[in-house]
């Protein structure tokens, strides 16, 4: 799980709990620089969606089904979002 953290973004990163197990959702991204573990992991563990890892180029390709939600938000509330999420960190 560290791996996966160190190399997705948040903003294409969210976990779900099913069954009291862990279900990660990643967007569409490229890895780069990463250690064929992760890789390995990510391949063993998939449900939906193709990853290609690269040893030659240290990269992995996650394609997905997810996608991008964009809302309107106050400024006081996406504010107020910012704060609480700074103050769990």
Do not use: C
């Not at 939600?69 to 504010?79: C, F, V």
């Amino acid at each position: 799980m560290d791996l996966v953290y160190q190399h997705v973004k948040a903003a294409n990163l969210y976990i779900e709990m099913i069954e009291n197990r862990p279900m990660l959702h990643i967007k569409d991204t490229i890895l780069h620089g990463v250690y064929d573990e992760l890789g390995y992991f990510l391949k063993r563990q998939l449900v939906q969606g193709p990853a290609k890892h690269s040893t030659e180029h240290e990269a992995i390709s996650i394609e997905s089904e997810e996608e991008l939600l964009s809302i309107y938000m106050p400024r006081d509330i996406k504010d107020s979002l910012k704060k609480w999420a700074k103050q769990k960190a």
